[in-house]
């Protein structure tokens, strides 16, 4: 299984940004978390298939409607042991 953490700039917090992010990644089926940084930027971990993986990517480039991404970051993980599915901290 494949892992990646991104970050998402821009006005990504207080725009439903995180319940979003959670169920495009259910629907991908990826488990991991996203969650707000202090500096206000969104951390999103996810483990799962490359290609779905990719597809998340792709979507936090646009995020919900009323968010307005600037910036995406990507850096693969080393695969490690995710409870559960997709949940928002």
Not at 43 to 61: I, N, S, Y
Not at 71 to 83: F, M, N, P
């Amino acid at each position: 299984m494949a892992g990646a953490r991104f970050l998402v700039s821009g006005l990504v917090q207080g725009v439903f940004f995180r319940a979003s992010t959670q169920a495009r990644a259910r629907e991908l089926g990826l488990a991991g978390h996203a969650r707000n940084l202090a500096d206000g930027r969104v951390e999103v971990v996810a483990q799962g298939d490359a290609d779905a993986l990719d597809a998340l990517g792709r979507w936090l480039l646009e995020g919900p409607p009323s968010a307005r991404v600037d910036a995406v970051t990507r850096d693969e993980l080393a695969e490690q042991a995710i409870d559960g599915g997709f949940e928002r901290r």
